[in-house]
């Protein structure tokens, strides 16, 4: 029964009121539309967000969620009080988020109340954790998440899934890359680059420049040559103790990141002040001793970026690029073939196969037969750290391919979400999204553990 002074009006479904204590004036409660943000892997955990307010309805103020399930449906809504003749409102927008366990798995049934049609494609980041970065070693995982509430944390956890979950000191910027070596966690920040011991983030040692490279023994920087208030392409390539981040030596030249053939690294880089616009020298990875340093032709008579990368093919390096031949180099930088494919960006080289981004989608070469294998215009196809996997976010599917026909090798349901990342470390394939980190049987896709970002 209303309170006294007060009217209750029920109009096409809405409940208007006309007075208090629902809201500041006149107003009523509806249903706002919301989306689904991700779905747990076993079906019984799903979390959803709804956005309200803003330019055009900044008087509307978040009520509740309610939700309900049955044999065949689960039905859940966002209520808000939208005001009537509202005062002192607000333009900001606003949104709300919810994690609902259910008493049995999703499955087959309706998922209603989002305001469209279909509510399981709905898959959006509103109010979720964004996995921003994603390594790993045989020490583990680690990932730098950024919350919903702003913020980055990193997340490392052991091979058995055990971890911390530290915060990231907010003074140093956005972080954007992470590259693990068997001692630290070097973490990108802008041009700033902080080494943390990832299990419990004590920072270690900071510096200036650019990842382009880590390895048992080093970080390898890039460190541009800066000319008035321009950087240059050309400056010199920095390897650090990862330990201290002591300089152990520096080599003038262009930046790039580097293929190591047992303790030789070979980088080629472009270099505008070159005839062959490109440039590639050799260096001895332990003592910084540079070995060989020569042009590198692309194949095409300009000066553009022809070459976009290098990858190892077993003992060999591939270098490659859009608007460059497919070269091949042994052990030493010594080239050995070259064929006039000018496919793509090398990616990785397994078992044989060269992938390349064929932009969109990938390319399989075989090299030593010079013949396409396969390709496909699948953009949720990647190629990472020596495998190549299809990363299905809003059907909750990973899938290993067959690097030799691009078919299925296995796949495995994660839960859906909106963005998944993968890393690989030996057997383990480590699969994060917005609500956890997956560690898989590289091989056969089994799940050996899961652990929970929230």
Not at 2 to 17: E, K, P, S, T
Not at 138 to 159: F, R, W, Y
Not at 223 to 238: F, R
């Given at each position: 029964?209303?309170?006294?002074?007060?009217?209750?009006?029920?109009?096409?479904?809405?409940?208007?009121?006309?007075?208090?204590?629902?809201?500041?004036?006149?107003?009523?409660?509806?249903?706002?539309?919301?989306?689904?943000d991700a779905l747990s892997i076993d079906g019984t955990t799903l979390t959803v967000s709804t956005n309200f307010g803003g330019v055009a309805s900044g008087c509307a103020r978040f009520e509740e969620w309610t939700w309900s399930e049955s044999d065949d449906r689960v039905d859940i809504e966002a209520r808000l009080w939208e005001a009537i003749a509202p005062q002192a409102c607000t333009a900001d927008g606003a949104s709300e988020s919810v994690t609902i366990e259910l008493l049995q798995p999703l499955g087959d049934r309706d998922l209603t109340g989002c305001g469209e049609p279909e509510c399981l494609p709905t898959i959006a980041r509103a109010g979720q954790f964004v996995i921003d970065a994603l390594d790993a070693n045989?020490?583990?995982?680690?990932?730098?998440?950024?919350?919903?509430?702003?913020?980055?944390?990193?997340?490392?956890?052991?091979?058995d899934g055990t971890g911390r979950v530290p915060n990231l000191d907010p003074t140093h910027g956005t972080p954007s890359r992470?590259?693990?070596?068997?001692?630290?966690?070097?973490?990108?920040?802008?041009?700033?680059?902080?080494?943390?011991?990832?299990?419990?983030?004590?920072?270690?040692?900071?510096?200036?420049?650019?990842?382009?490279?880590?390895?048992?023994?080093?970080?390898?920087?890039?460190?541009?040559?800066?000319?008035?208030?321009?950087?240059?392409?050309?400056?010199?390539?920095?390897?650090?103790?990862?330990e201290t981040g002591q300089r152990a030596w520096t080599v003038e030249g262009p930046c790039a990141e580097p293929v190591r053939h047992g303790d030789l690294?070979?980088?080629?880089?472009?270099?505008?002040?070159?005839?062959?616009?490109?440039?590639?020298?050799t260096v001895d990875a332990t003592s910084g001793t540079e070995r060989s340093r020569r042009v590198l032709d692309d194949g095409i008579d300009d000066r553009v970026i022809g070459i976009d990368a290098v990858v190892a093919l077993g003992d060999r390096t591939i270098a490659a690029g859009v608007q460059s031949d497919v070269i091949v180099l042994d052990s030493t930088g010594v080239e050995t073939a070259r064929y006039p494919w000018r496919t793509g960006t090398p990616l990785t080289a397994i078992d044989g196969v060269l992938v390349v981004d064929g932009s969109p989608g990938l390319v399989a070469l075989d090299v030593d037969r010079q013949a396409d294998i396969w390709a496909t215009d699948n953009t949720n196809i990647v190629a990472i750290d020596g495998a190549i996997f299809e990363l299905a976010a809003t059907d909750g599917v990973v899938a290993r391919l067959d690097p030799s026909t691009g078919n299925t090798r296995w796949q495995a349901e994660v839960g859906l979400t909106n963005a998944i990342r993968v890393a690989v470390d030996g057997d383990v394939a480590y699969v994060a999204t917005n609500l956890a980190v997956i560690a898989m049987d590289v091989a056969t896709g089994e799940i050996l553990w899961v652990e929970p970002l929230g």
């Open positions: 029964m209303a309170a006294a002074g007060m009217a209750v009006v029920v109009v096409l479904g809405a409940v208007i009121w006309f007075g208090y204590p629902r809201g500041v004036g006149p107003g009523w409660v509806s249903n706002n539309g919301w989306q689904l045989d020490e583990g995982v680690a990932a730098i998440v950024s919350a919903p509430n702003g913020g980055s944390a990193l997340v490392h956890l052991s091979p992470i590259r693990l070596t068997a001692e630290v966690g070097v973490v990108q920040f802008d041009r700033k680059v902080v080494a943390t011991d990832p299990s419990v983030a004590t920072e270690w040692w900071e510096t200036e420049g650019f990842v382009v490279g880590v390895d048992h023994d080093h970080v390898y920087l890039c460190v541009p040559e800066v000319v008035g208030e321009v950087e240059e392409e050309t400056g010199s390539v920095v390897a650090l103790t990862p690294l070979t980088f080629v880089t472009h270099d505008p002040m070159v005839d062959g616009g490109h440039l590639l020298f």
